[in-house]
């Protein structure tokens, strides 16, 4: 492939220079405007990232970073700036992307991303990086598109010990016990039971319930193909949706994830399902402790578990400083990066060579997150790309909608198996 020998002539020449590799010192060699493409802005998202730029702008002093995240939880928005970009020959030099479908089945099978194999075996990241992660980074060539900065957990439940307490509920062990116990004591003292926030978020309720309904083999057979979408089980998860729906806020639709993460903290919801990215708001922008401020679950009856999803940064075709993106990608991908960039997100770092055993770096969540991540069974998130195409996310993103107001688990289970069949998931 030319793009291939293309990327190996600029790596010697990067390396040569003395790139990336043990990075530490400044490189002055490098220079030209960066434009890094994201939705982390605000609460939860950005702390991380700024402190990525910051530490960038030291060893390349000479680069000028843009920092051009669109606002929008799930990159709901930014998704659709990028498609008008990337299609309109106007790319970034680097977007964030989720590992998996949303990165395979739309920017690498339009041929539109540069392989990235040199970056990953001049760093020793094919030995460093779960070979799990590195599978959904890959097409079947084995060629590698994206570089991970972290592994985000998805079934994760919210709360605060001493609310559950004082209002004498406990951390439920299925849905059945939180619609039919739970979800009842607590409307009785004025408490929301579950805090939900808009569209994307309920999408990301909707896969915590699938999980713990369905079992981590019927949940996967859902993207393969293996699962019938209008099986009894399935249509089962929309009935259960809708049982837990009931028990939430009615301005789901106006709020943030954010805002849905604050009624939690803030008691006057008792819990709430969000990735760990929540775990990120928690300790940055609410200076909240672990175990105090906030605790935390898997999702209800998804305890051995793992739902997760990667966020990523790739190399577009046509980027217009590709010499600065790869020093960029090169200092992502580093144990280094990963470190100062996790314990601000609330995501647990990609590269094995990170300190994750270290707990001043690492609080008392990352540890359990990390129990979880090295022991349980890991499944992929569809919210967050890992498991179905865009276009399956969009669709599905109207299902959603409109079952919030129909209630219909039959219409909804039919459009979500017509739906997988368009969008070609499991062919
Ligand atoms: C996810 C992303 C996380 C976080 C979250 C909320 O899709 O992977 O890093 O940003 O959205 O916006």
Redesign the pocket.
């Known amino acids: 492939m030319r793009s291939i020998k293309w990327l190996s002539v600029l790596l010697v020449v990067l390396l040569a220079l003395g790139v990336g590799i043990g990075a530490g010192a400044q490189d002055e060699e490098i220079s030209g405007d960066l434009e890094i493409f994201s939705?982390?802005t605000g609460g939860g998202?950005e702390a991380g990232l700024n402190a990525l730029i910051e530490r960038f702008a030291e060893l390349y002093p000479n680069v000028t970073v843009t920092n051009s995240a669109v606002a929008g939880?799930?990159?709901v928005n930014a998704r659709a700036v990028l498609v008008t970009r990337m299609l309109g020959g106007d790319p970034p030099d680097t977007f964030q992307v989720?590992a998996g479908e949303e990165l395979n089945a739309l920017w690498v099978d339009a041929g539109l991303m540069q392989p990235l194999n040199e970056l990953f075996e001049a760093n020793g990241w094919l030995d460093t990086y779960p070979q799990g992660l590195l599978d959904l980074i890959s097409d079947a060539e084995g060629n590698l598109y994206s570089v991970p900065v972290n592994i985000?957990r998805s079934n994760v439940l919210w709360y605060v010990p001493a609310n559950l307490e004082e209002w004498g509920v406990a951390v439920p062990a299925d849905w059945d016990e939180f619609v039919n116990v739970t979800c009842p004591a607590l409307q009785d003292q004025g408490v929301t039971p579950i805090s939900v926030a808009e569209n994307w978020t309920q999408a990301h309720l909707w896969e915590s319930i699938a999980l713990a309904v369905l079992g981590v083999e019927a949940y996967n057979g859902l993207w393969t193909g293996a699962t019938d979408w209008t099986s009894p089980e399935a249509t089962a998860v929309w009935e259960t949706f809708d049982a837990v729906l009931a028990c939430s806020n009615d301005d789901r639709n106006s709020l943030a994830?954010q805002d849905a993460s604050l009624m939690v903290a803030e008691g006057t919801a008792a819990f709430n399902i969000m990735?760990d990215?929540a775990a990120g708001y928690f300790l940055v922008d609410l200076a909240l402790e672990p175990n105090e401020g906030f605790a935390w679950a898997a999702s209800p009856a998804t305890d051995g578990a793992f739902m997760m999803?990667s966020?990523t940064f790739g190399l577009p075709m046509a980027a217009p400083n590709q010499t600065a993106t790869l020093a960029w990608l090169d200092f992502l991908g580093s144990a280094e990066a990963q470190d100062i960039f996790n314990p601000l997100?609330g995501s647990l770092p990609a590269n094995t060579d990170a300190d994750i055993t270290n707990p001043e770096l690492y609080n008392a969540y990352f540890q359990d997150a990390f129990a979880a991540w090295t022991n349980d069974a890991i499944v992929g998130s569809q919210a967050?790309g890992a498991v179905a195409p865009q276009a399956f996310t969009n669709g599905f993103a109207t299902i959603i909608a409109t079952f919030a107001s129909d209630r219909d688990a039959a219409s909804a289970a039919a459009n979500s198996a017509t739906l997988a069949l368009q969008t070609g998931l499991g062919m």
């Open positions: 939705w982390w998202e939880g799930s990159g989720h985000h994830w990735g990215w999803l966020d997100k967050h």
